[in-house]
Nanobody, 123 residues
Framework: QVQLVESGGGLVQAGDSLRLSCVAS????????MGWFRQAQGKEREFVAA????????FYGDSEEDRFTISRDNDKGKVYLEMNSLEVGDPAVYYC????????????????WGQGTQVTVSS
């Protein structure tokens, strides 16, 4: 079993930057491909970014590629989401997730999920 705990969310102004963190426990972190999804109130869950076990390959949703960066530190068992130039469309609960192999945008393929961290953007 894997436990994922996100942190780093909060209230920021449009144009600001924010870095989310997710720490994994319960299984060797380097065995997991990791991803970030978000869900705004009243909307469906949306894929944000994913990263392979080694960190050598990343994959982004269409609207995030230029502003968001996913990275990981296997020694620390953490995955990060650096978000720049936050926009009024970015507020949501951001979820960290993991899977045993592969990366991709489908949430159903990720087995492990955190509880989420709220990001709020004021104009």
């Amino acid at each position: 079993q894997v436990q994922l705990v996100e942190s780093g969310g909060g209230l920021v102004q449009a144009g600001d930057s924010l870095r989310l963190s997710c720490v994994a426990s319960g299984r060797a972190f380097y065995h997991l491909s990791m991803g970030w999804f978000r869900q705004a109130q009243g909307k469906e869950r949306e894929f944000v970014a994913a990263i392979t076990r080694s960190g050598q390959s990343t994959f982004y949703g269409d609207s995030e590629e230029d502003r968001f960066t996913i990275s990981r530190d296997n020694d620390k068992g953490k995955v990060y989401l650096e978000m720049n130039s936050l926009e009024v469309g970015d507020p949501a609960v951001y979820y960290c997730c993991g899977r045993n192999q592969g990366i991709g945008p489908l949430g159903d393929n990720y087995y492990y999920w955190g509880q989420g961290t709220q990001v709020t953007v004021s104009s």
